[in-house]
Structures are given as structure tokens and as C-alpha cells.
């Protein structure tokens, strides 16, 4: 196969370049040479983005799997082996950016020796680790089906629905617990975002945005390999979203209520300004569209309010991990481009790696056995064969 040199291709290897560069400087001259990062701010843009918003990100992958197996709604079941991919794909990159943030990453195996099962941090890190370890076993179905190994497939279901109840259980507690990492900070993070509900908040939004990137890979994933896009399914995923976001919402709203800020949340000031931010890409503007039923049966509708929706949660989790601790500070953290070079590999590699798995394993498997069908009834098994190999190209 000639490989083409289009305009994403090159984005990518400059990307690729620039980050194994910063990936060079960080692990031979440390992390004071590629990162802003200090005493007053030792917890930058990896925390805040590769870790919080990566997490939440890859929450997709409980979601579906939990509403079909726990709940029975079989019509998501469709979306749910590129939603576990995704959250597989999210983890172990997750796994990868936190190497980049620890002083010393080769100690990181150092909590399963040391156990501290009063820290926060080790309860986050050990529910990581078992979760990616239950998510590769969901996953793993997807290339035993494309080598034909039926056997291990057959083990693999008779533990599925352990699997699931492990999944949801695990991504419940470190979900939740990446919002507990804050609480021990009351003095340094700022009243808008302190909160005893954080642990509550942190879940919660987790689920909406589970749901808006489920909606949004489906349509990338429609768009960038040509499949057809499954309307009805993503009609159902946006109305979950419009209640997701309500909940979340509500929540908000009675925390601030509770602890008497909503008079200061509408007063201008710097951190008033990327609240107001906030919340209007992740409630006013999605509840909005999405309140209208013109636009949940639109998928331009829905592509748009899923965007909106992950873009307002992202800037909670960068509210929360860094504008939240300027004012305690003194001073407005900048990451280097180094530090952004780093984020922008880790994504690039992310997407590359999700079309890889699409274009050689059965992450479609309903779709692609459809087509099969149909070409072997109309032109025969040598055709069908052919055609289906020269797609896989």
C-alpha cells in the first residue's frame, strides 16, 4: 500500500516530532527544564489535563457498559465496544502522562510495596491500575475475535458480568476520589470550586461526559471511516445527556446555594470570568440545545452539544486543578510549549492508536458482519472476501 502524505499526516509527525523532543528534555534534564511547574504550583497542566480531564474523558466505557448490562438497554450495544476502547485507549495513555508528571516514574510500582490505605492518592492509583487491568479484558475479546480463538473468548464471557460489576465499582470510587484529592486544600483552593461535594461533583460530570464522548466518537468515527451513523442510538445517548446535565446542574446549584455563593458568583472578577465560562459551555448552552427536540434528533445537533458539553467540563477540571490556586499563589501559571507539546503526542498517539484498532479489529462487529452477509448473497464468497480485505486496507 503507497502511504500518502495528506495534511493531518503531517500534523501528526510535526506533533510527534515536537513531543519526543519535550519527552527527551523531561527524562534527561528533569522536569524543571520542560515545565513551569514549582513548590507553589507542583501540580500543572498534566494533572489538570492528562490525569482530571483524561480520566473523565475515558468515562465512557463504564457508562454504556453499565446501561447495557446493569439497565438492559441493548440498543446502546453497539457503541459500546468502541466506548470501551476508548476508555482502554484513555487509561493506559493516562498510565503514560502521569510517567511524564513523577519526579522519579520508575518508583511508581512503589505503591503496591508501600500501601498507605489512608491516602486518597493510593486509592486513586490502585483503582486505576485494577481498572485498566478489568478494561484490557473487555477489550481483549476484539482481537481474539479478529485471530478466530474461540476458546479464551468462551472463558472471557463466563467472567463478563464480574467484569462489569468491577468496572463500574472501581471507576465509582476513583472517579469520585480524584475530587477527594482536593478537599485537604481548603485554604489554597479558591470558594468557587471548593466544595465538600466535590467527590459528588467530580462523579457526576463523569457520567454527562461519558455520554457526550460516546456521541462524539460515534459521529467521528461515522465521518472518518465511512460507516453509517446510528441516528436512533444517538437520539437515546442525547436525551441521557440533557438528564445528565440537569443532575449536574441542580447539584451546582444547591452547593452554591448551600455555602451562600451565588451573590459572588455574579460579581466580575478573574475567576468569576472562567466560571462564567464554565458554566455556560457545560449546562446553559448544551441544556439549551438539547432542550429542544429539533436538535436531539439532529446530529449535527448532537455533535454540537456533545462538543460543548466536554469543552465546559474540561474547563471545570482546569478551573478546579489551576485557576482555582492563582489567586492562593500570587500568580497566573503558564505552561511551557514543552509541557503542551507533551499533551498534544499523548492525544495524537491516542487517536492514532483508535484508528488502527478500527481499521484491524472488530470494533464494529454488527456493521461489518452486514456487510459481509449481504455481499456474500449478492456476489458470491470470493467477492465478498476480496471487497472486505480491500476495506480493511
Known amino acids: 500500500?503507497?502511504?500518502?502524505?495528506?495534511f493531518w499526516r503531517v500534523v501528526f509527525i510535526v506533533i510527534m516530532g515536537l513531543g519526543l523532543y519535550s519527552t527527551f528534555i523531561r527524562f534527561f534534564y528533569g522536569l524543571g527544564a520542560v515545565s513551569n511547574m514549582s513548590d507553589q504550583f507542583p501540580w500543572g497542566l498534566w494533572i489538570g489535563f492528562d490525569l482530571l480531564c483524561g480520566v473523565m474523558l475515558a468515562a465512557g466505557g463504564f457508562c454504556i457498559v453499565g446501561a447495557v448490562y446493569l439497565f438492559n438497554v441493548e440498543r446502546l450495544h453497539s457503541v459500546m465496544r468502541p466506548a470501551v476502547l476508548t476508555a482502554f485507549l484513555g487509561y493506559v495513555l493516562f498510565i503514560v502522562g502521569l510517567l511524564f508528571d513523577l519526579g522519579r516514574p520508575w518508583y511508581i510500582w512503589h505503591q503496591l510495596i508501600y500501601m498507605n490505605p489512608h491516602s486518597v492518592m493510593f486509592e486513586v492509583g490502585i483503582c486505576v491500575m485494577a481498572y485498566t487491568t478489568v478494561l484490557f479484558f473487555e477489550f481483549l475479546p476484539n482481537v481474539l475475535e479478529r485471530f478466530n480463538l474461540k476458546t479464551p473468548i468462551k472463558w472471557i464471557k463466563k467472567i463478563y458480568a464480574v467484569l462489569v460489576v468491577l468496572g463500574i465499582l472501581l471507576s465509582t470510587l476513583h472517579q469520585s476520589s480524584l475530587g477527594s484529592l482536593y478537599l485537604i486544600m481548603p485554604s489554597k483552593l479558591h470558594p468557587f470550586w471548593y466544595t465538600p461535594a466535590l467527590p459528588f461533583l467530580f462523579f457526576g460530570?463523569?457520567?454527562?461526559?461519558?455520554?457526550a464522548m460516546t456521541i462524539f466518537e460515534s459521529t467521528q468515527s461515522a465521518k472518518a471511516f465511512g460507516r453509517h451513523l446510528e441516528l436512533p442510538v444517538l437520539v437515546e445517548l442525547g436525551g441521557a445527556l440533557l438528564v445528565a446535565l440537569w443532575v449536574n446542574a441542580l447539584l451546582r446549584f444547591e452547593d452554591y446555594f448551600h455555602r451562600g455563593m451565588l451573590g459572588q458568583i455574579v460579581k466580575p472578577s478573574y475567576e468569576a470570568y472562567f466560571l462564567w465560562?464554565?458554566?455556560?459551555?457545560a449546562f446553559v448552552i448544551p441544556i439549551a440545545m438539547l432542550s429542544f427536540k429539533k436538535v436531539r434528533l439532529s446530529p449535527n445537533g448532537l455533535y454540537l452539544a456533545s462538543i460543548c458539553t466536554v469543552l465546559g467540563f474540561i474547563t471545570n477540571r482546569l478551573n478546579v486543578s489551576l485557576t482555582g490556586f492563582e489567586t492562593y499563589v500570587g500568580h497566573h501559571y503558564m505552561p511551557k510549549w514543552t509541557e503542551f507539546s507533551v499533551t498534544l503526542m499523548i492525544i495524537a498517539v491516542g487517536f492514532a492508536l483508535f484508528g488502527l484498532a478500527v481499521k484491524y479489529l472488530p470494533i464494529f462487529p454488527e456493521e461489518r458482519h452486514a456487510v459481509k452477509q449481504r455481499l456474500?448473497?449478492?456476489?458470491?464468497?470470493?467477492?465478498?472476501?476480496?471487497?472486505?480485505?480491500?476495506?480493511g486496507d
Open 376 to 391: 456474500r448473497t449478492e456476489t458470491g464468497p470470493v467477492v465478498a472476501t476480496a471487497v472486505l480485505g480491500h476495506a
Open 277 to 281: 465560562l464554565e458554566l455556560a459551555l
Open 205 to 211: 460530570s463523569a457520567i454527562a461526559v461519558g455520554l
Open 1 to 6: 500500500m503507497k502511504f500518502k502524505l495528506t
